[in-house]
């Protein structure tokens, strides 16, 4: 266990290197990189309740991800799913809003959001199970789908009175949106939801029956086949789960952010996700912690072309350049680790 740490540690600090020394070939500081991005992403209230509404879709996304990677899947087309999540939340609220209650149409939009994501994440999993489509094909191609159906319905059936623009379709009255913090984008119930489903992936995944069986199937399909577990089943849910996840996210992008469809909604929340997913492994706990230093990275960034005339970019470029090195580090260490079992057990 050391030795993993060891190894992990030092791909991290090689990481944080190299992350310097491209900061100072870009013109920078590195420590007024680190300050401006803190400033940038906490100096304010309403940085800070940036950062929170930009952390909810990736608690929510990632939490989803994990029941695809348990179950061995790398389903890309979480962005897809976030979009046709958002698609439906604007068609209830849409359909509804003259004829409901607020609340109620605010609830309907959260549950077929939810759903919507969820018939999107399924339609990968079909693809992927019965078209023998890998899913990372059919997530991708999905993606492509729902963003150029959410561009037509915003410049075809729901543009704006007079004339169609990328900034989306008419935006909903203030009665239609969950309530937030002195008139920001930070709402509590948002963050609740997104808490809730953390606390729920956990349960599940450690604690559950089904989490045993996706474990198994993740493991080797075949073999859990030949258990007699309902392998198509439990991938046909794993998609299930994670694209209601990204279908909740996108409806909460509707409700609480843009407060309309705009082309472009999940704003790549679900690939900044797969990272964090990558980068947690299997480890639920560490959601959390480690999606609000993502959102606080994604939101912070915005600070530099302001303050150190420096690309906003730069921040993509931070977060790969961790994962990849926390990854290579991971994978080094369980290299080691299978070989001194092999020599071991052929000794």
């Known amino acids: 266990m050391s030795k993993s740490l060891s190894y992990q540690t030092a791909s991290l600090a090689i990481a944080l290197l190299l ?40 608690l929510l996304c990632t939490s989803g991800l994990l029941f695809t990677f348990t179950a061995g ?20 609220m849409r ?3 003259d004829s409901l209650p607020p609340g109620f149409v605010i609830v309907l939009a959260i549950l077929v959001g939810g759903l919507g994501g969820m018939l999107w994440g399924i339609l990968a999993g079909v693809l992927n199970v019965y078209g023998r489509v890998n899913e990372i094909f059919a997530g991708l191609g ?10 037509y319905l915003v410049f075809g059936p729901w543009k704006k009175e007079g004339v169609a623009s990328m900034s989306g379709t008419e935006p909903f009255p203030e009665s239609l949106s969950l309530p937030t913090i002195a008139n920001t984008d930070a709402s509590p119930i948002a963050l609740l939801i997104a808490i809730a489903a953390v606390i729920l992936t956990l349960i599940t995944l450690r604690g559950t029956y089904f989490g045993l069986q996706l474990r198994a199937v993740g493991q080797n399909l075949r073999a ?37 469809l705009i082309p472009g909604i999940s704003s790549n929340l679900g690939f900044l996700s797969l990272l964090i997913a990558m980068l ?34 730069l921040s993509g470029v931070i977060q790969g350049m961790l994962v990849l090195f926390i990854l290579l580090g991971r994978g080094l260490s369980e290299t080691n680790l299978l070989v001194k079992w092999r020599d071991r057990v052929f000794k």
Request: net charge neutral; glycine share 10%.
């Open 280 to 313: 947690i492994g299997m480890n639920v706990w560490l959601i959390l912690p480690v999606a609000l230093f993502f959102s606080a990275l994604n939101v912070g960034s915005l600070q530099l072309p302001l303050a150190l005339d420096l690309e906003s970019s």
């Open 142 to 151: 999905l993606n492509f789908v729902a963003d150029g159906l959410a561009l």
């Open 19 to 58: 992350i310097a020394i491209l900061i100072v070939l870009a013109g920078g500081s590195p420590v007024q990189v680190v300050t401006n991005m803190a400033v940038g992403a906490f100096g304010t209230p309403d940085r800070i309740a940036r950062v929170v509404a930009t952390l909810v879709p990736l």
């Open 224 to 260: 859990s086949y030949v258990l007699g577990i309902p392998s198509i089943r439990q991938l046909l849910s794993a998609f299930a789960i994670c694209g209601g996840f990204a279908g909740i996210a996108g409806a909460l992008q509707v409700l609480t952010v843009y407060h309309r």
């Open 73 to 92: 899947l790398y389903n890309l087309g979480i962005e897809g799913q976030i979009a046709f999540g958002a698609i439906a939340a604007t068609a209830v």
């Open 95 to 97: 359909f509804t809003q």
